[in-house]
């Protein structure tokens, strides 16, 4: 029997998710919800979660404050995760997901982080290294708060690669870009996380191919590109996937990206191919959009999908 890995999962804006139901929603008008559900969230909690639920040992790290961060932090720990998170003077912000039955929408209001003293990220970045010896991977998620510099996740890479430990970067733009120097083992933008990091449209899977190319060229290992129910693109540096999830009729697909990121990572320790822990990847994505709390799939759910998800190796 293969042991849990203990997996740091990094972010500095953590959330208190409200998910609320209404059978229909409608602007300008009193809306009534026909249930409400509260949770944790944020990428890289949401992360740590799925990661929980695949038997790994997350340990879950950024900034929190306030009664929400509290809460946060103790909703985490009665799951079984470890948390090393720092206490900031302001509170942590609160998202709300709109779900309207009759149209199948998804509304998502996103409150911002707010700014964060420059030197608690010197204080963030010394208790991931503390943590980092005991890890078998880095799990960089989100905007990084209002205070970091854009170098943050930059200094989090090179933490892992120091360790021997896998570095994965979900970001986009200057966190991105500025990251490539440092080799980080994995990068797993979306389709329109990877147009806005290379500055450009990218029409069809032939050019969003060239984009990953250019991401390896300039120092990533490894990139994978999500694109919602689409399929997404694996690539190894020498070998394209393509990687198309299962068919499914989603409730909330909020914190997709975020489970297949952990079935990604989770698998890639266990030692498979990119294209096989891009398929746990996909599976996890597809399990959490059967949800309505991000993050919170069912596991068996997840291997029932999992020969739904369709992985082709394509010609480099």
């Given at each position: 029997m293969t042991l849990p890995h203990r997996i740091l999962c990094i972010g500095t804006t953590p959330a208190a998710q409200r998910v609320m139901v209404f059978n229909s929603l409608a602007a300008n008008a009193v809306n009534r919800a026909v249930?409400?559900?509260?949770g944790p969230a944020g990428k890289s909690v949401n992360v740590a979660k799925v990661l929980r639920v695949l038997g790994e040992r997350p340990v879950?790290?950024?900034l929190l404050g306030g009664a929400r961060g509290q809460a946060i932090q103790a909703d985490?720990?009665?799951r079984g995760i470890e948390t090393g998170f720092l206490q900031v003077k302001a509170p942590t912000r609160q998202c709300v997901t709109l779900l309207d039955l009759r149209s199948q929408?998804?509304?998502e209001l996103v409150e911002e982080s707010a700014p964060v003293e420059p030197a608690l990220f010197e204080q963030l970045l010394h208790s991931i290294h503390k943590w980092s010896p005991r890890c078998g991977a880095l799990v960089m998620s989100g905007t990084v708060a209002p205070g970091g510099t854009p170098d943050f996740y930059t200094v989090c890479v090179k933490i892992a690669?120091?360790?021997?430990?896998?570095?994965?970067?979900d970001a986009q733009g200057i966190a991105l870009m500025e990251s490539l120097d440092s080799n980080p083992g994995l990068v797993k933008p979306?389709?329109?996380?990877?147009?806005?990091?290379?500055?450009?449209?990218?029409?069809?899977?032939?050019?969003v191919r060239s984009a990953m190319r250019e991401l390896v060229e300039s120092g990533a290992r490894r990139v994978v590109v999500t694109a919602g129910p689409e399929p997404a693109i694996a690539f190894d540096g020498?070998?394209?996937w393509r990687i198309t999830p299962p068919a499914i009729q989603a409730r909330n697909p909020i914190g997709s990206g975020d489970a297949f990121t952990a079935g990604l990572v989770a698998r890639l320790l266990h030692g498979d191919d990119l294209g096989e822990a891009a398929r746990w990847g996909a599976a996890a994505g597809a399990a959490n959009a059967l949800t309505?709390?991000?993050?919170?799939l069912e596991l068996e759910t997840l291997k029932t999908l999992l020969p739904d998800v369709k992985v082709e190796l394509l010609p480099a």
């Open positions: 249930q409400t559900l509260e879950a790290v950024g985490l720990q009665s929408t998804q509304t690669n120091a360790e021997g430990a896998i570095s994965v970067l979306n389709r329109s996380e990877l147009a806005a990091s290379v500055g450009r449209v990218l029409n069809d899977e032939a050019e020498k070998s394209f309505l709390m991000p993050g919170e």
